[in-house]
């Protein structure tokens, strides 16, 4: 199984924490940072962000894979972030399966935030990140593609020896998440794919050179 990537540079212009068992991650725009998740709690996220020489004020968006407390749990220490999260979040399908993990409130009970969906293009200066609905772990699941080449997943991708969609005890609907994972993996983009929990996966070789140079 996978473990979580250390806490450091994972490539230019790309930072990652890890606190315990999850990452959050970081791209450097402009003088701030925009964020992938959150980590799952203040405390953590705080010494993350000190640890790579960053200041919370520094953070300008939170881009959430998903609200589960263990990825949106680092919110409350982010004050002056927008906060993006998937279209799923208020319009839920019927679930198949009652999901394992009870997730965290909505962000939006607290503060307010965007929604956004498969197809959204997002521009923080220099960066752009497309986003891709990879539901299934949770009905407002998505994943962000970065500098065309780093694809940032959340719980839609784990790594068991293998790419896989994970337990199935924690994923809302299992053959969604199987589709997901199947438009990931063919999907010709990305180089890596990075998840959340078990580190990074080489789907390809890169075939330009990096816009994160």
Known sequence: MGLPIPTGLLAPKILVVRDWFVNFFLIKAGNGVVCIDSGWRARGTL????????????????????????????????????????????????????KFYRSMKAPGERRSYSLVKGGDTLDFGDVRVEVMNTAGHTE??????????????GDAAWIFGEVSTGPRLINRDNYAARNSLDSIMSGGKACWLVTSHTGIWKIKQRQTESNAE
Do not use: M
């Open 140 to 153: 407002d699941s998505l994943s962000y593609l970065v500098f065309e080449e780093w694809l940032f997943t």
């Open 47 to 98: 010494r993350g962000l000190k640890l790579l020489g960053f200041e919370p004020d520094q953070v300008k968006a939170v881009l959430l894979t998903h609200t589960d407390w263990d990825h949106a749990g680092g919110l409350d220490c982010l004050n002056s972030a927008g906060i993006y999260a998937g279209a799923g979040l208020e319009h839920p399908p019927a679930g198949r399966q009652k």
